[in-house]
């Protein structure tokens, strides 16, 4: 685990991760901002954001703080209530289940912090959102870290096994970035089975890509959090919401597991526009699942394509696809970008097979793979 | 652009005029510091004047609110990707103060740079050196880590007690040394907080000290000079600033410390992963481009302090010397008291502030106009409520 997430954002961060962009208004000088319209910039497939960004709802709540003046902004504390409010009655809870967080990697990382210590390790995926891991080593936190299985998905055998004794088991379903999701039934069997041989171990199920899922075999497990306080639901609105750069994420669990999370850092990094927008997108059900549509058109189109050209992507269940591309990722990617197309980074030990393109809107991955096809060398179009 | 962020765009362009508020949260340090459990605050009154949490009364600048909300257009991409962004805001940062990015680290507000401040260098056997009564945040995170706190009681003046607490810094992990001081609104000159940064460097070399500028914007004083040049001459020297105050973003979470590039490469590797939202870098981008709003909130801010000050001493109460956006005034009765007496006129004013919650009151400075409607309550309730110092007991109860 020695490139984090965190280490990743860090290495780029100067420029952020979009290097292009930043390099040229470095260049132009930042105030150039100002009044115009931002300049072209590459085709952004590699940090899994949703293209359209949120949805109208959000768009007029924000407006609509921004514009009312006042009484609008002064009570940040009842805006937060209000956001739990929402979000559980969503899920049929109550607002003492919820715990909202600046992103859900907020509150994965308070999670780590209070879950584990020297002597109650993390256990996560080898190839899993690094957020935990990554916090763990800052913390001195060992991490148990297991491989996927053969068919690239997490192992839940061997994670259960390994739980015995850890303090926080974390599961990534869908998983980033392989995409794979296992069924409701094999989460709740792994579930079970770590209450039982480790009662003492909290278990952490990230579902960011929920709403994008699209197999029948899902099942969401914030039902089990409400009822027992081992296991806890981290949600984000970054992917599906559109919101990745507002940063509010969630998680639901039992009163008492949710309070010790949010106990750790308070409310302190919530951003009010974020609380107002958010309030507003978790009470639109209706352009979740617009979005998933549109996702799921558009990560079929980008699958299909693949697959003619020769290549096999995982069963994508989120907003990205994991491909073989049978060669290094780093000579494809750079290919790529000299063709105003990002795609994401290496992810080893697959770094020379698997790259992870994430889904934009179906007229941006129609010009992604006329150039996918151009640097892959496949000879007519494919879709 | 999707349609839908064209228009919303337009829309905006015809809210007119749109409000700061939202971004200014008035209220937020208030409910902050409130044990999790409270109750949330009343429904939102317009007639309240909200002068408890050292805000802003009038939020960012147009600049800062029109940048605001050109960001939506990149609501949906990560603040590394969004333009400005994330790296934008630290070299706008490391700009406006001539260092360079690597001397600059951002946080979701100071909180978080305060909160791994404490994290990097105190232990169960490396002691937190604070004030009493300072800002709360670190001794707070102190006490969530097991880490041991020693309090240095304000001098008479209301000023921090450098020598006291530079003896309490000898084999202590950190000094927490915030200039202005909040509650006391008093501050050091930079000749004074460069011989205690000397002095403890020569005693306790290993002890990290972390100037908190929260207030630097505010500062009329001459004898005052930020930090900065100390933090980038010693290793684990550091100062921490803020959005929240001068620039009147309290709502929107930015805040940064700064100091040599190899202090901060630390507090960057315990950042929150995308600690800032991209509303937010796009306002303050455009905020630190605007020095002139600054000059004019503090001139506005000036106007209010000597009008508070001056209405406190004619009524014969002491005032200590304010170079902040908020006075502390010693109204010889409960804290609690005075509070709830001024909130039954709609009129917020501070919390206890131990351990002077039996005499003395934090009033934060609203505009020229609520400071007026103010002053003519704290009349009201200064003249009829019962003196009592010796009642501070009562309500004694820290809140920690």
Redesign the interface.
């Known amino acids: 685990m020695s490139f984090t997430?965190?280490a990743f954002?860090?290495t780029?961060?100067?420029?952020?991760?979009?290097v292009l962009?930043?390099r040229r208004?470095?260049g132009a000088g930042?105030?150039q901002?100002?009044g115009s319209?931002?300049a072209e910039?590459p085709l952004?497939l590699h940090?899994n954001?949703?293209?359209?960004?949120?949805?109208?709802a959000?768009?007029?709540a924000?407006?609509a703080?921004?514009?009312?003046?006042?009484?609008?902004?002064?009570?940040?504390?009842?805006r937060v209530?209000e956001l739990h409010e929402a979000i559980a009655q969503k899920f049929g809870a109550s607002p003492e289940n919820v715990v909202s967080g600046?992103?859900s990697?907020?509150i994965l990382?308070s999670a780590v912090q209070v879950f584990t210590s020297p002597d109650k390790p993390l256990v996560a995926g080898q190839l899993t959102y690094e957020?935990c891991a990554g916090y763990a080593e800052?913390i001195g936190t060992p991490v148990r870290a297991i491989p996927l299985d053969r068919t690239l998905k997490l192992d839940l055998g061997a994670m259960a096994d390994a739980a015995k004794g850890a303090g926080l088991l974390f599961l990534n379903n869908p998983n980033n970035p392989t995409a794979l999701l296992h069924g409701g039934d094999a989460v709740s069997a792994c579930i079970d089975r770590v209450l039982t041989a480790s009662p003492d171990t909290t278990i952490l199920i990230d579902e960011a890509y929920h709403d994008y899922v699209t197999d029948k075999a899902h099942r969401t497990q914030v039902p089990t959090a409400l009822k027992n306080p081992r296991v806890i639901v981290a949600r984000t609105f970054?992917k599906a919401h559109?919101?990745?750069?507002?940063?509010m994420g969630y998680a639901l669990g039992h009163p008492d597991t949710v309070?010790k999370i949010?106990?750790?850092?308070?409310?302190?990094?919530?951003?009010?526009?974020?609380v107002?927008?958010a309030i507003a997108s978790i009470r639109d059900q209706a352009r979740l699942d617009a979005e998933r549509d549109r996702n799921t058109a558009a990560r079929q189109f980008t699958i299909d394509w693949f697959a003619k050209a020769g290549f096999v992507s995982t069963d994508s269940q989120t907003n990205f696809l994991f491909v073989n591309i049978k060669r290094p990722v780093k000579e494809f990617r750079e290919a790529c970008r000299a063709q105003g197309v990002l795609v994401a980074r290496d992810f080893p030990p697959f770094e020379n097979s698997h790259v992870r393109i994430s889904i934009g809107t179906l007229d941006e991955m129609k010009r992604a793979t006329d150039v996918f096809g151009k640097v892959l060398g496949v000879k007519a179009k494919a879709a | 652009?999707?349609l839908?962020?064209r228009s919303?765009l337009n829309?905006?362009a015809e809210?007119a005029?749109?409000?700061a508020?939202?971004?200014?949260?008035?209220?937020?340090e208030a409910?902050?510091l409130e044990p999790?459990s409270v109750e949330?605050?009343t429904?939102?009154?317009?007639a309240?004047i909200?002068i408890d949490s050292n805000e802003n009364p009038l939020g960012p600048g147009r600049?800062a609110?029109?940048?605001?909300?050109?960001?939506?257009?990149?609501?949906?991409?990560?603040?590394?990707?969004?333009?400005?962004?994330?790296?934008?805001l630290?070299?706008?940062v490391a700009r406006r103060l001539s260092v360079r990015?690597e001397n600059v680290v951002l946080g979701?507000?100071s909180?978080?740079v305060l909160?791994t401040a404490v994290r990097l260098y105190t232990s169960s056997s490396r002691h937190l050196v604070t004030a009493a009564p300072t800002f709360e945040q670190p001794e707070r995170t102190a006490e969530?880590l097991g880490v041991p706190v020693t309090r240095i009681p304000v001098d008479k003046d209301g000023r921090l007690d450098l020598d006291k607490m530079a003896q309490a810094a000898r084999w202590a992990g950190l000094v927490f040394f915030c200039n202005p001081n909040n509650p006391t609104g008093t501050l050091h000159s930079a000749r004074a907080v460069a011989d205690f940064v000397a002095r403890i460097r020569r005693e306790s070399p290993e002890t990290a000290i972390l100037i908190d500028e929260a207030y630097h914007d505010y500062v009329t004083d001459p004898g005052y000079a930020t930090a900065l040049p100390l933090a980038l001459e010693h290793p684990g020297v550091f100062i921490t600033r803020t959005l929240s105050k001068a620039y009147g973003m309290a709502?929107?979470?930015v805040g940064y410390a700064v100091g040599q590039a190899r202090t901060i490469e630390a507090f960057?590797?315990?950042a929150?992963?995308?600690?800032?939202?991209?509303?937010?870098v796009a306002a303050a981008?455009?905020s630190l481009?605007d020095p002139a709003h600054i000059e004019a909130e503090c001139a506005r801010n000036a106007e209010a302090r000597l009008f508070t000050a001056r209405y406190f001493k004619d009524k014969g109460y002491k005032v200590w010397d304010s170079q902040t956006n908020f006075v502390f005034v010693e109204i010889a009765r409960p804290a609690r008291e005075f509070k709830s007496a001024c909130a039954k006129h709609k009129v917020m004013v501070g919390r206890d502030f131990p351990p002077l919650e039996g005499t003395h009151a934090r009033v934060s400075l609203g505009t020229m106009d609520e400071m007026k409607r103010a002053t003519e309550v704290f009349s009201q309730v200064l003249g009829t409520a019962r003196a009592g110092a010796g009642a501070a007991h009562d309500s004694a109860t820290p809140k920690k």
Not at chain 1, 242 to 247: D, E, L, P, Q, S
Not at chain 2, 43 to 46: F, L, N, S, T, V
């Open positions: 997430r965190r954002v860090r780029l961060g100067i420029g952020g991760a979009s962009a930043a208004s470095a930042l105030l901002l100002q319209t931002p910039r952004l940090n954001e949703n293209p359209l960004g949120p949805g109208q959000v768009l007029d924000v407006r703080s921004l514009g009312e003046g006042g009484p609008a902004g002064r009570y940040t504390y009842r209530a600046c992103g990697t907020q990382r957020e800052l970054s559109g919101m990745a750069g507002m940063r309070k949010g106990d750790w850092d308070g409310a302190n990094a919530l951003n009010v526009p974020a107002v927008a | 652009m999707p839908s962020r919303f829309g905006l809210t005029p749109f409000s508020a939202l971004v200014a949260a008035r209220g937020r409910s902050l999790a949330p605050p429904p939102a009154d317009p309240e909200r600049a609110m029109e940048a605001l909300t050109r960001a939506f257009q990149d609501a949906g991409r990560y603040p590394t990707n969004a333009r400005p962004s994330m790296g934008d630290r070299q706008t990015p979701s507000g909180w978080e909160k969530q709502g929107l979470r960057s590797r315990w929150i992963t995308f600690n800032q939202n991209s509303l937010a981008v455009a481009n």
